[in-house]
């Protein structure tokens, strides 16, 4: 089992940024892609961006190209999501997941293992 923690929510003002961070611990970290997610309230959850165990491979949601990136430190076992400009619309529940399988993925069902989630409120 892997176990997932994030960290580093809060409440920003618009054009802000945060930097949210995954930790995994457990069994090996190794070979996982690992993805963050988001929920906003009455809304499914989405995908919000995905790399891979390398970090030669990531992919975003056309409505963070640009102002996010995901990062990770494999001797750490800590994923990142760097979040600038941040706009009200970026107001959820951001999720980390783990995928044991080492290669992007944008669906929900393809990750094995999920964290609690934390709290990411944009004020305009």
């Known amino acids: 089992q892997v176990q997932l923690v994030e960290s580093g929510g809060g409440l920003v003002q618009a054009g802000g940024s945060l930097r949210l961070s995954c930790a995994a611990s457990?069994?090996?970290?190794?070979?996982?892609?690992m993805g963050w997610f988001r929920q906003a309230p009455g809304k499914e959850r989405e995908f919000v961006a995905v790399?891979?165990?390398?970090?030669?491979?990531?992919d975003y949601a056309d409505s963070v190209k640009g102002r996010f990136t995901i990062s990770r430190d494999n001797a750490k076992n800590t994923v990142y999501l760097q979040m600038n400009s941040l706009k009200p619309e970026d107001t959820a529940v951001y999720y980390c997941a783990g995928r044991s399988v080492n290669y992007p993925a944008r669906k929900e069902y393809e990750y094995d293992y999920w964290g609690q989630g934390t709290q990411v409120t944009v004020s305009s």
């Open positions: 790399i891979s165990w390398s970090g030669g491979i990531t």
């Open positions: 457990g069994r090996t970290f190794g070979g996982y892609a």
